[in-house]
């Protein structure tokens, strides 16, 4: 069983936009947060999005705010990430999460227990 599947990565230029897609299996869903890691050649897993599924509160990374949004499809189960004006430092693997207690939003990749497979975005200059 699958229970995250990204779907929307690809290769685009800088400025350009992409919007990547987690569909969710109802476990996964029915955990309190669910959010986006990504992970650059040589570099730590960074978390750049997260959103409170209950509330609907967003958190960005520093890295991306203003540039990336977050959004859900309660109905079909599905995370967004509508990501704009590109850059080449936005090469990575992303990650669809989800989990969370729902008292401490979480930050760390340890605090969630659903992780998808994964999927490449890659920004020219």
């Known amino acids: 069983q699958v229970d995250l599947a990204e779907s929307g990565g690809g290769s685009v230029q800088a400025g350009g936009s992409l919007r990547l897609s987690c569909a969710a299996s109802?476990?996964?869903?029915?955990?309190?947060?669910m959010g986006w890691f990504r992970q650059a050649p040589g570099k730590e897993r960074e978390l750049v999005a997260r959103l409170s599924l209950l509330v609907g509160t967003p958190y960005y990374s520093d890295s991306v705010k203003g540039r990336f949004t977050i959004s859900q499809d309660v109905a079909k189960r599905t995370l967004y990430l509508q990501m704009d004006s590109l850059k080449p430092d936005d090469t990575a693997i992303y990650y669809c999460?989800?989990?969370?207690?729902?008292?401490?939003?979480?930050?760390?990749?340890?605090?969630?227990?659903?992780w998808g497979q994964g999927t490449q975005v890659t920004v020219s200059s």
């Open positions: 999460v989800a989990g969370g207690t729902g008292n401490v939003a979480p930050m760390a990749e340890s605090e969630f227990g659903y």
């Open positions: 109802a476990y996964a869903y029915s955990a309190y947060y």
